[in-house]
Every structure is written in structure tokens, then in C-alpha cells.
């Protein structure tokens, strides 16, 4: 029989301890464990590392770098270029996402042939790297040699210095970021359209509502709830946006394009400055964080209320 | 009926040149990689293939690195599948099982995670490898790539791990399976197409990795795909179809998965953001 120690004998936690393993309450943990040390060593501590460094100023502790943060043009730039970049990029990758969703939806349904293909066609720049298509569009927004101007050409343009120009370069590097990422929106879009009941379209179909009306009073208010997760999720993820910017135009011109990761990564490791770097990092952190708690808050609501 | 005939017409239409616009790139890519150069830096562009060559493609793969790049992007890519469905399957299959108060913590960490910009870890996680002696070694981007795709792989199985019905699960009990039989014996082999999906999805995400690669890695002959491709815009300066060569070599496995493999990713997309 299992000996169990005599409770007076040994510290309390000790007992707790073996109380747990016999009847399997440690399992959880033990499953979790890995996940748990891995967070903590590659996560938890890098950014308490990170904040802790943004206080330091030549071996001594300051705020020095956030003050110098607020009289830095350069960050104030940086602040409205992001604001730019997430608000452009966000809407357009919505459409994007949204048009491509509904052809595939539409020609799936209508059980056209070669759909299946078709859509993967559609959806393949998901399958290029960053850098792939980063190079690709370089080629083809080239003012001299590229495809695009030539192609504008036709239509009695002159072309546009699309990468070189300040006017422009922010509207094409979200344009090449954009082509490259929308197809994760098509597909969530998508999964939600498959989520409308049948029923409700055969209802509809009964009552006499065409395609047009189905489509506005059933499928945009049953997945509007997606969508609004879709677009707090793409604001979210919009910050991570960097090797597209860094390759095409590496902030500039006249700093057009440097978004807070570009501002970081020159800060960190052409500068040198990893504490200054830090700083702007964290700053970073806290703006996305404010949208991050808009979108756990939203997406807990939506799942006390509609999900399954 | 002859309506529908017209209707379908339409959408062809439309579907086609939607994806002549999207696809147009890829094409000009590959259009570029497989013609003479003469025609393929033509200016004005050719748009058709006129002559077949792969005399460039002969050469670029003699004079640059480029599949020591992409064989190093196996490795990394794989080692990171390994380790992170090493440590989400279990955790996963935690959070779904047991709704114990940690494992709800432990979800919103990983949930943070998943939105944190990878510049705000760049700088630290550099300076931690760095004193570990682990930069210029791959195993440092094996890590910081985990850790980058941990969030969505766990997100996506915690949903497969809830679908799988409890009454399973309690007449193996009765059986006497223990809780570690329960996991390994019963619960794995239901999710087998989901680690599938996870797995190709964490492969993409690692095979595009570009910011770590580009900072932990120094020696050339260490370099991941995209930082040696990356390098190459330098290198190459105006020898496009070199570029688009390099690129092509680069992006045709990730290609080819996704035309054939894609089914996976829809259903994981549908398990993970529409529930």
C-alpha cells in the first residue's frame, strides 16, 4: 500500500506535493511545462531584458531615453508614418481579403469547374517569401526598366518613381506588403462565409430575395462579427510588418517609410544604440498593447455571445 | 438557363482576371528566369515566352550560394516544426483538457505572445544570444523562430484538442488507459491531420523568417534563404533576371506545397479564427 508520511512530520508543501501526484493533479503542468520554461527563457525574460535596458544610459540608471525620446523628430516621424502604414494597410488588405473571399465563395458555390485551381492561383502569393516578392516588385516598379510604367504608358502616363519618390513610396511599399499578405485575409473571410447556415439562404431563396439582398441581410450580418475580429487582428499584426519596408526602401526616402520596426532595427544594429533602441521598442509595445486589449476584450465578448 | 450560362460567363471573367492581376508577378518571375537574357531584360518587357532558355538559371546555380542558403532554411524550417510540436502538442492538449486556472493564464501569455512585433524582441534576444556564444549559429534562429510561431501552432490545436469528444476519452478511461496513454494513445492519433496543418503552416512561417535571420546569422555559408537572396539585390544591382532566378529557386517548395498541400492550411484557418 502507498505509505503516506505523516502529515505532523513534514513542511506542508511537501505534503501538498505528494497529495497532487497521487491523484494526477500535476498532469496539466506537466504537459504545459515545456511551453512554460520556453516563454519564460525566450519571451518574459528578452522583455524585461528590453525594458530594463531602455533605462540605461552609459551604465546608469535613467529616463533619460525616453526624454530624449519626446524631443526626437525623427520618433515623432516614425509615430505618424505607423499611424499611415496601419491605417492604409489595414483597409485595403480588408477589401482585398474581402473581394477575393467572395469570387472564390461565389464560384465555388455556383460549383464552377476548375474553381479549386483557380483559387489557389488566387491565393498563391501566400506561398512567396517576403523577400521574393519584396524583389519581384522592385523590379517591376522600377521607373526606367519596370513593367509597371510601361504598362501605364499605354494610358498616356508618364510613370511614377513609385519607391524613390516621398510622395509615393509609402502607398507602394503597403501596396507590395498587401499583395503579399492578403491571401491569410481571403481565407479567414472565406472560412466565414462557409460558417452561414444553408437554411437561411433556402429561407431566403423561398421568400424571394435575389443574390443581392441574401447577400446584404444574411451573409454581411452573420460574419460582420469576423470581421471586426479580423480587422483588430490585422491592426495587431500590421506592427509586425518589416522585411517588405526594409528591403524595398529601407525607411526612406526622406524617411517616407520608417515605421517603428524600421525605426528600431536602425536604432539597434546600424546606430548602435540597443538601450535608445529599446526604448522605442517599448513605446512600441505599449501602443500595440492598447489594441491587443481591445481585441482580447472583443474577441472574449463575441465568444460569450455567438460563437459556438 | 441560358441566363446561367451568361452568369458563369461573368464570373470566369471576373475570377480570371483577378488572378491574372495577383499571379502576374509570380509569372513575370518565372517568365524571367526561364528565357534568354536578352529577352528577358528586353526593354520593353516581353510578357510571353518567346525562347526557352535555362543557360542563366546553369549559371547562377555555379556562381552563387544559393542552395546551401535554401538547404539551410531546411534545416532551420524543420528544427522548428520539431521543437515547436514538441512543446505546443502537450500544451495544447492541456489547455483544452484541463480548465484549470493556470492554463487560462497560460493561454493569455500565449495569445500576448502572438502579438508582439518581432522588432521589440530583436534587439534583446540578439544580446541574449550573444552572451550564450550562440549568434552566427542556427540553432539560435531554430529558437527565436519557435518562439515566433508557437502562439498561432498552439491556437490552432487547442481547437482541434476541443473538438475531440470527452465521451472518447472516458470509455478509454474505463478501459483503464492512464492520462499519459490518454494523450499518446488515443488523443494523437485524432489530431494527426491537425499537426499536419500546423506543421506546414509553422514551415511557411519559418522558411519567410527574414529579421532574425538577417541579425543572428553573419557567416555567409550560414545564411537562411532569404538573407542570401536578400544579399543578392547588392550584389546583382541591375542583373534582374539573376534576382528573379535566385528567387524563383527560392520560393518554388513553398510553391508546390501550397498548390498541393493547401486543403490544410484552409482547414486550420477555418479551426483557428472562426470558432
Same mark, same amino acid.
Given at each position: 500500500?502507498?505509505?503516506?508520511?505523516?502529515?505532523?512530520?513534514?513542511?506542508?508543501?511537501? #505534503?501538498?506535493?505528494? @497529495?497532487?501526484?497521487?491523484?494526477?493533479?500535476?498532469?496539466?503542468?506537466?504537459?504545459?511545462?515545456?511551453?512554460?520554461?520556453?516563454?519564460?527563457?525566450?519571451?518574459?525574460?528578452?522583455?524585461?531584458?528590453?525594458?530594463?535596458?531602455?533605462?540605461?544610459? $552609459?551604465?546608469?540608471?535613467?529616463?533619460?531615453?525616453?526624454?530624449?525620446?519626446?524631443? $526626437?523628430?525623427?520618433?515623432?516621424?516614425?509615430?505618424?508614418?505607423?499611424?499611415?502604414?496601419?491605417?492604409?494597410?489595414?483597409?485595403?488588405?480588408?477589401?482585398?481579403?474581402?473581394?477575393?473571399?467572395?469570387?472564390?465563395?461565389?464560384?465555388?458555390?455556383?460549383?464552377?469547374?476548375?474553381?479549386?485551381?483557380?483559387?489557389?492561383?488566387?491565393?498563391?502569393?501566400?506561398?512567396?517569401?517576403?523577400?521574393?516578392?519584396?524583389?519581384?516588385?522592385?523590379?517591376?516598379?522600377?521607373?526606367?526598366?519596370?513593367?509597371?510604367?510601361?504598362?501605364?504608358?499605354?494610358?498616356?502616363? $508618364?510613370?511614377?518613381?513609385?519607391?524613390?519618390?516621398?510622395? /509615393?513610396?509609402?502607398?507602394?511599399?503597403?501596396?507590395?506588403?498587401?499583395?503579399?499578405?492578403?491571401?491569410?485575409?481571403?481565407?479567414?473571410?472565406?472560412?466565414?462565409?462557409?460558417?452561414?447556415?444553408? @437554411?437561411?439562404?433556402?429561407?431566403?431563396?423561398? &421568400?424571394?430575395?435575389?443574390?443581392?439582398?441574401?447577400?446584404?441581410?444574411? /451573409?454581411?450580418?452573420?460574419?460582420?462579427?469576423?470581421?471586426?475580429?479580423?480587422?483588430?487582428?490585422?491592426? #495587431?499584426?500590421?506592427?509586425?510588418?518589416?522585411?517588405?519596408?526594409?528591403?524595398?526602401?529601407?525607411?526612406?526616402?526622406?524617411?517616407? /517609410? &520608417?515605421?517603428?520596426?524600421?525605426?528600431?532595427?536602425?536604432?539597434?544594429?546600424?546606430?548602435?544604440?540597443?538601450?535608445?533602441?529599446?526604448?522605442?521598442? =517599448?513605446?512600441?509595445?505599449? #501602443?500595440?498593447? =492598447?489594441?491587443?486589449?481591445?481585441?482580447?476584450?472583443?474577441?472574449? $465578448?463575441?465568444?460569450?455571445?455567438?460563437?459556438? | 438557363?441560358?441566363?446561367?450560362?451568361?452568369? !458563369?460567363?461573368?464570373?470566369?471573367?471576373?475570377?480570371?482576371?483577378?488572378?491574372?492581376?495577383?499571379?502576374?508577378?509570380?509569372? *513575370?518571375?518565372?517568365?524571367?528566369?526561364?528565357?534568354?537574357?536578352?529577352?528577358?531584360?528586353?526593354?520593353?518587357?516581353?510578357?510571353?515566352?518567346?525562347?526557352?532558355?535555362?543557360?542563366?538559371?546553369?549559371?547562377?546555380?555555379?556562381?552563387?550560394?544559393?542552395?546551401?542558403?535554401?538547404?539551410?532554411?531546411?534545416?532551420?524550417?524543420?528544427?522548428?516544426?520539431?521543437?515547436?510540436?514538441?512543446?505546443?502538442?502537450?500544451?495544447?492538449?492541456?489547455?483544452?483538457?484541463?480548465?484549470?486556472?493556470?492554463?487560462?493564464?497560460?493561454?493569455?501569455?500565449?495569445?500576448?505572445?502572438?502579438?508582439?512585433?518581432?522588432?521589440?524582441?530583436?534587439?534583446?534576444?540578439?544580446?541574449?544570444?550573444?552572451?550564450?556564444?550562440?549568434?552566427?549559429?542556427?540553432?539560435?534562429?531554430?529558437?527565436?523562430?519557435?518562439?515566433?510561431?508557437?502562439?498561432?501552432?498552439?491556437?490552432?490545436?487547442?481547437?482541434? *484538442?476541443?473538438?475531440?469528444?470527452?465521451?472518447?476519452?472516458?470509455?478509454?478511461?474505463?478501459?483503464?488507459?492512464? !492520462?499519459?496513454?490518454?494523450?499518446?494513445?488515443?488523443?494523437?492519433?485524432?489530431?494527426?491531420?491537425?499537426?499536419?496543418?500546423?506543421?506546414?503552416?509553422?514551415?511557411?512561417?519559418?522558411?519567410?523568417?527574414?529579421?532574425?535571420?538577417?541579425?543572428?546569422?553573419?557567416?555567409?555559408?550560414?545564411?537562411?534563404?532569404?538573407?542570401?537572396?536578400?544579399?543578392?539585390?547588392?550584389?546583382?544591382?541591375?542583373?534582374?533576371?539573376?534576382?528573379?532566378?535566385?528567387?524563383?529557386?527560392?520560393?518554388?517548395?513553398?510553391?508546390?506545397?501550397?498548390?498541393?498541400?493547401?486543403?490544410?492550411?484552409? !482547414?486550420?484557418?477555418?479551426?483557428?479564427?472562426?470558432?
Amino acid at each position: 500500500m502507498h505509505t503516506v508520511p505523516s502529515q505532523r512530520t513534514l513542511p506542508r508543501f511537501v #505534503v501538498a506535493f505528494h @497529495e497532487s501526484i497521487r491523484k494526477d493533479h500535476h498532469v496539466p503542468y506537466v504537459f504545459s511545462a515545456m511551453m512554460v520554461l520556453l516563454l519564460m527563457a525566450l519571451f518574459i525574460y528578452p522583455l524585461l531584458y528590453a525594458l530594463f535596458s531602455s533605462f540605461m544610459v $552609459d551604465g546608469s540608471f535613467s529616463a533619460e531615453n525616453y526624454r530624449r525620446l519626446f524631443g $526626437d523628430s525623427a520618433f515623432r516621424n516614425s509615430l505618424l508614418i505607423t499611424f499611415l502604414y496601419v491605417t492604409i494597410y489595414t483597409i485595403g488588405i480588408m477589401l482585398i481579403g474581402f473581394v477575393t473571399a467572395l469570387a472564390i465563395d461565389v464560384s465555388e458555390k455556383s460549383r464552377l469547374p476548375g474553381s479549386k485551381i483557380l483559387s489557389s492561383l488566387l491565393t498563391l502569393p501566400y506561398a512567396i517569401p517576403d523577400v521574393v516578392g519584396a524583389i519581384i516588385w522592385m523590379w517591376l516598379l522600377n521607373p526606367q526598366q519596370g513593367a509597371v510604367n510601361y504598362i501605364l504608358s499605354f494610358f498616356g502616363s $508618364d510613370g511614377l518613381r513609385w519607391l524613390t519618390s516621398t510622395q /509615393t513610396a509609402l502607398i507602394s511599399v503597403i501596396m507590395v506588403s498587401v499583395w503579399r499578405l492578403f491571401p491569410m485575409h481571403t481565407l479567414i473571410i472565406l472560412s466565414g462565409f462557409k460558417t452561414v447556415p444553408k @437554411e437561411l439562404y433556402e429561407a431566403a431563396e423561398l &421568400e424571394g430575395a435575389g443574390m443581392f439582398k441574401q447577400f446584404f441581410y444574411i /451573409t454581411i450580418p452573420f460574419i460582420s462579427n469576423i470581421l471586426k475580429f479580423l480587422v483588430l487582428l490585422t491592426i #495587431v499584426w500590421s506592427f509586425k510588418r518589416f522585411a517588405i519596408t526594409w528591403l524595398l526602401t529601407q525607411g526612406g526616402p526622406m524617411h517616407s /517609410t &520608417e515605421t517603428l520596426p524600421i525605426l528600431i532595427y536602425q536604432q539597434g544594429f546600424r546606430f548602435f544604440n540597443a538601450n535608445y533602441a529599446s526604448a522605442i521598442a =517599448i513605446i512600441l509595445l505599449l #501602443v500595440v498593447g =492598447i489594441f491587443s486589449i481591445f481585441y482580447m476584450k472583443y474577441s472574449k $465578448d463575441s465568444d460569450a455571445h455567438g460563437g459556438e | 438557363m441560358k441566363q446561367r450560362v451568361s452568369n !458563369r460567363v461573368l464570373l470566369y471573367a471576373i475570377l480570371i482576371g483577378m488572378v491574372a492581376i495577383i499571379i502576374f508577378p509570380v509569372y *513575370f518571375m518565372i517568365l524571367a528566369s526561364f528565357q534568354p537574357t536578352t529577352q528577358a531584360m528586353a526593354y520593353p518587357p516581353n510578357f510571353f515566352f518567346k525562347t526557352f532558355s535555362v543557360e542563366k538559371i546553369v549559371d547562377i546555380m555555379k556562381h552563387t550560394d544559393i542552395f546551401r542558403w535554401i538547404g539551410n532554411s531546411f534545416i532551420v524550417s524543420v528544427g522548428v516544426v520539431a521543437v515547436n510540436l514538441l512543446v505546443s502538442v502537450p500544451a495544447a492538449y492541456s489547455i483544452a483538457r484541463y480548465k484549470i486556472k493556470f492554463n487560462r493564464y497560460l493561454l493569455i501569455v500565449i495569445l500576448v505572445t502572438q502579438m508582439i512585433p518581432s522588432a521589440i524582441m530583436v534587439v534583446p534576444l540578439f544580446e541574449i544570444f550573444a552572451s550564450g556564444g550562440m549568434i552566427d549559429n542556427l540553432f539560435s534562429l531554430i529558437l527565436s523562430n519557435t518562439i515566433l510561431t508557437l502562439p498561432l501552432g498552439t491556437w490552432i490545436l487547442i481547437g482541434f *484538442f476541443e473538438n475531440i469528444p470527452k465521451s472518447i476519452e472516458e470509455a478509454a478511461q474505463m478501459d483503464g488507459v492512464s !492520462r499519459i496513454g490518454l494523450f499518446f494513445r488515443i488523443n494523437i492519433p485524432l489530431i494527426t491531420p491537425a499537426l499536419i496543418t500546423v506543421a506546414i503552416i509553422i514551415f511557411f512561417d519559418t522558411w519567410n523568417e527574414y529579421m532574425y535571420a538577417y541579425s543572428f546569422i553573419t557567416s555567409q555559408a550560414k545564411w537562411v534563404g532569404t538573407v542570401g537572396v536578400a544579399s543578392l539585390i547588392g550584389q546583382f544591382r541591375t542583373d534582374w533576371q539573376g534576382l528573379m532566378i535566385t528567387s524563383m529557386l527560392f520560393s518554388i517548395f513553398p510553391m508546390v506545397i501550397y498548390i498541393f498541400l493547401r486543403n490544410y492550411i484552409v !482547414r486550420g484557418v477555418a479551426e483557428g479564427f472562426t470558432k
